[in-house]
């Protein structure tokens, strides 16, 4: 779930890590709010709220969002200072399940992951509001970041799951393995859990 990015770890408060996106998030947030709380931010930025603080090139969120909802939400973001980066948003979001954004003023990148699956709408209605300085943020719970990187399995994100999981200790383990297990059936990753449970 996502395109690879680049990361380093830095020994910051995730509030400091996060500075020079406050705005884009804060234009980010302001979307969600105005489509009725129906997403949440992922990617970096939560990992960086929920684990460690990390480096992250652009911002990424699910919203559950239906094909015929597109060109609402496109004037909605406009305005947010969000415009498309790329000619032809709408094609490229109904075949591939993506809205390619940009905050314009800061130039940051953000992807509006169409959420659609059953997983995806239990993130949703799971989700809690984190305190970011100045603004609140909408993120997954622990459990639902891990399952989402999961799936994605690449070195970054076995690595936020290590740093989640350092995080919070009280991790419901059995919702984690529920989905895995439902993602590595569906996607035939039979050795996804294992994968995921030795990082745990």
Do not use: C
């Not at 990390?54 to 973001?77: K, Q």
């Not at 954004?101 to 699956?117: E, Q, W, Y």
């Not at 993130?123 to 399952?147: A, C, F, H, K, N």
């Amino acid at each position: 779930m996502g395109k690879a990015k680049r990361t380093s770890r830095q020994p910051q408060s995730k509030s400091e890590s996060l500075t020079p996106f406050l705005a884009p998030i804060q234009a980010l947030q302001n979307l969600l709010v105005q489509f009725g709380d129906q997403g949440v931010i992922v990617g970096g930025v939560a990992a960086s709220l929920l684990g460690t603080p990390r480096f992250t090139a652009d911002l990424d969120a699910v919203f559950l969002l239906r094909v015929e909802d597109i060109p609402g939400i496109l004037r909605m973001a406009a305005g947010h200072g969000i415009e498309p980066r790329i000619s032809d948003p709408v094609p490229f979001a109904r075949k591939n399940r993506v809205l390619l954004l940009r905050h314009t003023a800061s130039g940051t990148d953000i992807d509006l992951i169409m959420g659609m699956l059953p997983f995806e709408i239990e993130m949703v209605e799971r989700s809690r509001l984190m305190d970011l300085g100045s603004i609140q943020v909408r993120l997954p719970t622990p459990e639902d970041l891990i399952i989402m990187k999961a799936v994605a399995h690449r070195p970054v994100d076995l690595a936020d799951i290590h740093e989640i999981a350092a995080s919070h200790p009280g991790l419901d383990r059995a919702r984690i393995q529920y989905w895995v297990d439902q993602f590595g059936e569906a996607l035939d990753i039979s050795y996804l859990w294992e994968t995921i449970s030795d990082v745990l």
